[in-house]
Each structure stands twice: as structure tokens, then as C-alpha cells.
T-cell receptor
Framework: QKEVEQNSGPLSVPEGAIASLNCTYS??????FFWYRQYSGKSPELIMS????GDKEDGRFTAQLNKASQYVSLLIRDSQPSDSATYLC????????????FGSGTRLSIRP | DVKVTQSSRYLVKRTGEKVFLECVQD?????MFWYRQDPGLGLRLIYF???????EKGDIPEGYSVSREKKERFSLILESTSTNQTSMYLC???????????FGDGTRLSIL
């Protein structure tokens, strides 16, 4: 079992709809959770951080965390063609020596 | 804004050459990281550093070494390149463990 799992996609969503991206993780004591957006040929860009259970909203983006279910998701409202990218879920553990573990990413395509 | 600068966007080298990839961050971050990213394999951690002159092996350190003589600079060294080191190399920095990482633009390295 991978430490951080994402569906590779592609996930195709019509413009204006809500895109829902999901991620599960295996380390029960994980503390910090991040979503990155990566356009083709570019480097990952941090778009959301979430540290406690519940929802966190930033503009059209909402991150949702459920530590009991070991599940984190990203919702993108009013999807735009510019949202077409690969979205990486990243998880940081508890110990001081922990590193961030990245999922392999979900490719999102917004169709006009 | 955090600025992570990688010395080159594109590099072409021949097998057996020694290659230095340089990374500089301007936010006084404690932690710095080197990854490579290949299609279908996601981000893989090569080396990381939590302090000056300190280094830790990541998941795929073979064929690489690093140097961190100053806090803001983290260098990745490929002592004798091989074709299987053709990849996108990404540098990142963060303020501490369990904090988000911020990436440079990446260096696309081709070994012929």
C-alpha cells in the first residue's frame, strides 16, 4: 500500500462545475496536509495547507480533512480551463525527522 | 513570497560528466530538498538537509551527493552522469518539518 494514494485520472469536469479530488494516507499520526498544483512542464505550486479536521476555504478552493478516515480532499468550485493541471496531495508525519510524502497526482481536465 | 532559484532550466550533458545543480532560497528556510520527477514515478526524494553542513539520504541517493555550506544554498552533485539520470530535478525549501515545501522552477537535465 502506498503511503499517499491518489487516483491518477484523468478526471474530466465541465467548465463551471465542481471538481473533487481525493487522497488517502496510511500514517495515522500524520499532522500536516498540502495540495499542490502542477502544470505540465512546470514545478509544483502550493495551493492549500490544512492541519485540523474539517474544511478550509480559500477562494474557489476548499480542502477537507478527515483524520479518522485518513482522507483529505480538494474541491474546486466554478472550475475553469486554467484549473487543468495535475494536483498533488502531500502529507507530513509526526516525528521530527519526518519528510513530506507526495502522492503521484491526479490529472484534472476542465472541458469548455 | 518565497523564492527558490535553480541555476539552470535546461542542461544537456554527456555520460560520465560531473554535473552541479545549484539551488538558492531567499527566505532563511532551515530545510532544503532535492527531488527528481519522472513520468509515472512521481516525485522521488534524493537528499535533504535540515541545517548547514547537514545532509540526509532520501529514497534514491545512489549516484548523487549534496553540499550545503551556507544556509541559503543547497547543491546537488552528479559525480559521473548516466543516461538513467535524465530527469526533471526539483529543489524545494521549507521553514521546518511538517511545513509546506516551496519549489524552484526545476532543471530539466538530459544525459546523452
Amino acid at each position: 500500500q502506498k503511503e499517499v494514494e491518489q487516483n491518477s485520472g484523468p478526471l474530466s469536469v465541465p467548465e463551471g462545475a465542481i471538481a473533487s479530488l481525493n487522497c488517502t494516507y496510511s500514517d495515522r499520526v500524520s499532522q500536516s496536509f498540502f495540495w499542490y498544483r502542477q502544470y505540465s512542464g512546470k514545478s509544483p505550486e502550493l495551493i492549500m495547507s490544512i492541519y485540523s479536521n474539517g474544511d478550509k476555504e480559500d477562494g474557489r478552493f476548499t480542502a477537507q480533512l478527515n483524520k479518522a478516515s485518513q482522507y483529505v480532499s480538494l474541491l474546486i468550485r466554478d472550475s475553469q480551463p486554467s484549473d487543468s493541471a495535475t494536483y498533488l496531495c502531500a502529507v507530513a508525519g509526526y516525528s521530527s525527522a519526518s519528510k513530506i510524502i507526495f502522492g503521484s497526482g491526479t490529472r484534472l481536465s476542465i472541458r469548455p | 513570497d518565497v523564492k527558490v532559484t535553480q541555476s539552470s532550466r535546461y542542461l544537456v550533458k554527456r555520460t560520465g560528466e560531473k554535473v552541479f545543480l545549484e539551488c538558492v532560497q531567499d527566505m532563511d528556510h532551515e530545510n532544503m530538498f532535492w527531488y527528481r520527477q519522472d513520468p509515472g514515478l512521481g516525485l522521488r526524494l534524493i537528499y535533504f538537509s535540515y541545517d548547514v553542513k547537514m545532509k540526509e539520504k532520501g529514497d534514491i541517493p545512489e549516484g548523487y551527493s549534496v553540499s550545503r555550506e551556507k544556509k541559503e544554498r543547497f547543491s546537488l552533485i552528479l559525480e559521473s552522469t548516466s543516461t538513467n539520470q535524465t530527469s526533471m530535478y526539483l529543489c524545494a525549501s521549507s521553514t521546518g518539518t511538517r511545513q509546506p515545501q516551496h519549489f524552484g522552477d526545476g532543471t530539466r537535465l538530459s544525459i546523452l
